[in-house]
Structures are given as structure tokens and as C-alpha cells.
């Protein structure tokens, strides 16, 4: 596997990323990939240990460490040592739907297992394999073929972000009828409109779901199923059914002015953005200089971002794009330690501070890191005709509840402040499924509203009907939802067939 002594004679070379100077001029992505024959060495760097954390995507502390899924990773980094490309995306499409998709925007569960992070740094896996989806897509290997044999089973998948359409992908080469529905006007879930496109372009996407297209997966948008069609309609007319709606309810936050106009979801702000970008055939100057946002422009005013993790970090960088003069991003718990705690060791996920891209155009358009960690909001401070003024902010500590035992982070006495803000965004994380759909579809949910099923199963205690992806397990990653989608079909491909042979 690799090369046996490639980790030391090669070091790590990730991408090159563009300037923030000049990528926030645009919304377009904006790492270039190294040269083929440069990548190969970053494949030459796999170690092939003998137990390869990198594909076990098991819990340790409850953290996962590796891929959730399996991907082979050894084998594959192998492939692309010696330039076999074909034959690594060939191995990489065994377990793996949509490469394009994780190779932009994963955390790289697999390189924070990799046993050459113990003493060093990881292999570059998740860019190898961004060199071989390329590779793959610019030589003609993807494909989606119709399948020469149907079942005459059929199949409705509720929501298009990756579950659904990674369970779409599989039950369509099984063989039985797929129809995907999607509430939105174009298909992609949060994929294409909770992830701002210079992290992930959606003419991606377009280029996937195309090919599903071609091979007989029908797409049916701008169809809210629970309030366009009945639930029912949809139970009676087909043989199984998966609810892949995602953890879409938003966390809001409940404080004293809460009813200022200037105050939105981070959801639907990256929504309205990614949205004018597609409308506009990607022409970002008549985005940028838009005037008819919902929030009308972001020109000049001061933005405070509430919520410091993904979502977050995407609200920083729209907003700087967008040419606000200020972008202030609040965070509740501590910063993370800059290098690994002795209590979170390798191969665990490294609880470790990470400066994103859109903290980094921060700096370098404002002079300093946009984050405020350890403060949360007080009050929002509205003017004579309820519009934004400010926020009120209060710094918080850990303390132990004598009662519960719990480390709760409450306010320290006299700290209190206040922001200039003119928009607010609320990135706080979301609290599960929405009640109009499972309560149309009648399927229980646990007590953070997700969908309930048996511990390791994706059937709902109604007949007929799955679920999969964040409705499943709440909030969580890309790479996630995709394995979810591929297991959902799986147990829908046998409850149909009596077996499996995905």
C-alpha cells in the first residue's frame, strides 16, 4: 500500500487557496487543486497501518473517528500513488455516492483518524480524493446508468439534500421507481441552499442530479408535501417511502426585543444569497449589488453573527462578500485549545480552534478575528420604528449545578455590553424536524424531535415508511447524511425484495 516510507520522504501539501483579497470579490470556490503527478505523492503517503482508523467511522467518546462511510481508504490513496485513476474511482464508488460534494465541504473525519497525525501530519486524503471525483467527471467515468430490469416497486423520497438523493441514487440501480419531492424550487437540500457556493459551487450539483435525471430518478419540486399534496396521497400511491427532510427548525433566540425588523435565520439568509446567485446565472456583480434582499443590502452596516460553528463561519464570509463594513461573530462556549488537550487524544476528533476561511477574510478586512467567545445576547436594541440598533451582550463562565452535576455556562455579574448592529443572524443550530411533516406522516419522534426508530434501524413505527439524514439523527455532517441515505435504501431495498444486494 503507498509507498512504506512515503510519510517521511513527502511532506503534506493541501491545495492552494486564493487570496482573501481577491476571493471575496466573488463567490466562487476558490482552491486550486495540485497537478496530477503532485497529488500522487500525497497518495504516496499512506502508511497502511494495520488497524486504518481513517474507514472505521467508529464512536470513541462519543466522537466518530474516521468516515461514517467506510470508504477504503488505504486502497484508494494507494490508487492514486500509482496515478491509477480510473481504478481509484472505481473503488472510491463502492461505498461512496457523491465525492464532489464531501471533497469540498467535510471536516475529514478520515484525516483526523490517520495514524500519521499521531507524529506528524495526516494524510491529504479528503484532496485526493477531490483529485480523483475530478479526474473522474473531466474523463467521462461518472455515469448513471438506467437499470435493464425494474422491479416494478416504487419509491418516494420526501426532501432532496444528500440523504435523499444518496438513497435516490441506489434504490434507482436497484432497480425499483424513484420520485424525489422537494419543497424548494431546485434540488439539493441544505446542500444547495445552507452552504454558500465559494465552499460548494451548485452547478455541482445541477451536474448530479442530470445524471440521476437521465438514468429515471424524477425530481418534482417546488412540491411541500404536508401542505401541496396530502401525506396520505402520497402513502397510497407508493410501494415505500423516506422522509429525508432534514433538522430544518431553526434554534431561535428568546430575548427582549426579539421583533426588531434587521433580525434573520441564517438559513434563510444563505438561502435568499445562494438563490439570487442561481437566478442571476452566477453574474455576481448583480448579486453583490442587489438591493432587494429581504434584509434590502448589507452595504455598509454592521452584522452580528450569533453562533460560532459552521453556519456560522458561512455567514461571515456571505456578509463580507455582500460589503458589509462590520461582521461581529458571537460565540456561547470557550475557545478550543490550539493544539491537542491530554484528555482528547489521537485517535479521538481533535477538540482543536479552527480559523475558517471566513474568519480569515475577517482579519483580513476588519484587523482582527470576528469572534467573541464565552457571550451570549441580553436584549436586541430596537429605534423608534422597531429596526435594529444594537445588541446587548453578556460574558459567561462555566459552572458546575450543585443539583444536576451538569457544567452549565452562566452570566458573570458586570459584564455586560452592547454591540452597534444593524442585521443579526442567527446561526445557533437547529432543533430537529418540522411538525407538519412528521405529524402529516403520523411517525413519532424522540424528545428532540427527530424521527424515532429502533437503535440502528431507519424504519418509523408507521408500515411503508423510512427515514434517514439529519430527520433521523438531527443536525450533523454531509458525509453523514450520505451514509444515512445509503442505509435507508438498503432497508427499503429489503423490505421490498426480502433481500439486499446494495
Not at 471566513?358 to 482582527?368: D, K, M, R, T, V
Not at 413519532?444 to 439529519?470: L, P, S
Request: contains cysteine; aromatic residues 8%.
Amino acid at each position: 500500500m503507498g509507498k512504506a516510507t512515503g510519510f517521511m520522504e513527502y511532506e503534506r501539501r493541501d491545495s492552494i487557496s486564493e487570496s482573501p483579497e481577491n476571493r471575496i470579490k466573488n463567490f466562487d470556490e476558490f482552491h486550486t487543486s495540485l497537478p496530477l503527478e503532485e497529488q500522487r505523492l500525497q497518495g504516496a503517503r499512506c502508511m497502511a497501518c494495520g488497524v486504518p482508523f481513517c474507514q472505521a467511522g467508529a464512536m470513541i467518546s462519543g466522537m466518530v473517528s474516521g468516515c461514517p462511510l467506510h470508504n477504503l481508504v488505504p486502497e484508494t490513496n494507494d490508487l492514486v500513488y500509482h496515478g491509477n485513476w480510473e481504478q481509484a474511482y472505481r473503488r472510491l464508488s463502492k461505498t461512496h455516492s457523491f465525492p464532489e460534494f464531501t471533497s469540498r465541504v467535510c471536516p475529514a473525519l478520515c484525516e483526523a483518524a490517520c495514524t500519521c497525525g499521531l507524529d506528524g501530519q495526516a494524510v491529504a486524503t479528503k484532496e485526493n480524493e477531490k483529485a480523483i471525483i475530478d479526474y473522474a467527471f473531466e474523463n467521462g467515468l461518472v455515469v448513471e446508468e438506467e437499470p435493464k430490469v425494474r422491479t416494478g416497486k416504487s419509491v418516494a423520497i420526501i426532501g432532496s439534500g444528500p440523504s435523499g438523493l444518496a438513497a435516490a441514487q441506489l434504490l434507482n440501480k436497484r432497480g425499483h421507481k424513484v420520485t424525489v419531492y422537494e419543497r424548494s424550487d431546485r434540488p439539493g437540500g441544505l446542500l444547495r441552499y445552507g452552504i454558500p457556493n465559494m465552499k460548494l459551487d451548485k452547478r455541482s450539483i445541477d451536474r448530479r442530479v442530470a445524471l440521476m435525471e437521465k438514468a429515471g430518478v424524477e425530481f418534482k419540486c417546488n412540491v411541500n408535501v404536508g401542505k401541496d399534496i396530502k401525506a396520505s396521497e402520497i402513502v397510497k400511491k407508493y410501494d415505500r417511502v423516506i422522509l429525508c427532510c432534514g433538522a430544518s427548525n431553526p434554534r431561535d433566540i428568546s430575548v427582549e426585543g426579539r421583533d426588531a425588523k434587521g433580525i434573520y435565520f441564517a438559513v434563510d439568509f444563505l438561502k435568499e444569497v445562494s438563490k439570487k446567485i442561481m437566478d442571476n446565472d452566477y453574474d455576481y456583480a448583480k448579486v453583490i449589488d442587489a438591493k432587494d434582499f429581504s434584509f434590502a443590502s448589507l452595504e455598509g452596516k454592521h452584522v452580528v453573527v450569533i453562533g460560532g460553528g459552521d453556519t456560522g463561519n458561512d455567514c461571515v464570509g456571505t456578509s463580507i462578500r455582500l460589503k458589509a463594513a462590520k461582521v461581529t461573530q458571537l460565540e456561547m462556549m470557550p475557545a478550543a485549545p490550539v493544539e491537542r488537550a491530554q484528555n482528547n487524544p489521537w485517535p479521538e476528533w481533535p477538540r482543536v480552534l479552527k480559523t475558517d476561511y471566513g474568519q480569515e477574510e475577517a482579519i483580513h478586512c476588519f484587523g482582527s478575528d470576528p469572534r467573541i467567545f464565552k457571550t451570549t445576547v441580553t436584549e436586541f436594541v430596537k429605534g423608534p420604528k422597531g429596526e435594529l440598533k444594537a445588541v446587548k451582550t453578556v460574558e459567561l463562565e462555566r459552572k458546575i449545578d450543585a443539583k444536576t452535576g451538569r457544567m452549565n455556562m452562566v452570566p458573570v455579574e458586570g459584564t455586560q455590553k452592547e454591540i452597534k448592529a444593524d442585521i443579526v443572524l442567527i446561526a445557533a443550530g437547529f432543533l430537529g424536524s418540522e411538525n407538519y411533516v412528521t405529524s402529516s406522516f403520523g411517525v413519532e419522534v424522540d424528545g428532540r424531535t427527530n424521527v424515532a426508530t429502533k437503535a440502528g434501524e431507519y424504519k418509523t413505527n408507521q408500515d411503508k415508511i423510512f427515514t434517514a439524514g439529519d430527520m433521523h439523527r438531527g443536525q450533523s455532517l454531509v458525509v453523514w447524511a450520505i451514509a444515512e441515505g445509503r442505509n435507508v435504501a438498503k432497508a427499503v431495498d429489503e423490505s421490498l425484495m426480502g433481500y439486499s444486494n446494495l
